[in-house]
């Protein structure tokens, strides 16, 4: 994901395909994410992001009917550890926290052991 300011964000190239099954893939993906955090996009560059580049690898036509059995986390760095929060659809295009699934881990932590935490809920949901 891309960060537009301080809570909005946009899906950019690159998009990591991993087979929804595959363990090791899924935390593969999980932790190089981390690992390269938020590409800041500029308020100029956010008009040409118009369509969702996570369309390009997939069936569905639109970001509505992919979003639709998205799963989404919010990852940050605060407090001296690392926070993880599922995300809940609270209305079009719209997520907010959800409150009642938050993991906190270390601030030395090691990604993989997120992501393998990830890995473990997404497995869990497919």
Do not use: Y
Not at 3 to 24: L, Q, S, Y
């Amino acid at each position: 994901m891309g960060k537009v300011d301080k809570d909005h964000f946009i899906d950019i190239d690159p998009v990591a395909v991993v087979d929804g099954t595959n363990r090791e893939a899924i935390v593969d993906a999980i932790s190089s994410a981390i690992s390269k955090g938020n590409t800041l996009i500029s308020i100029a560059g956010q008009k040409a992001l118009v369509k969702s580049v996570a369309t390009n690898h997939t069936d569905r036509k639109t970001f509505a009917r992919f979003a639709k059995n998205t799963l989404c986390w919010k990852i940050s760095n605060q407090h001296s550890s690392f926070e993880v929060c599922r995300l809940r659809k609270c209305g079009v295009g719209v997520w907010e926290d959800d409150p009642g699934d938050f993991m906190a881990f270390a601030a030395a932590a090691p990604i993989n052991e997120i992501a393998e935490a990830l890995a473990g809920q997404i497995l869990g949901k497919v």
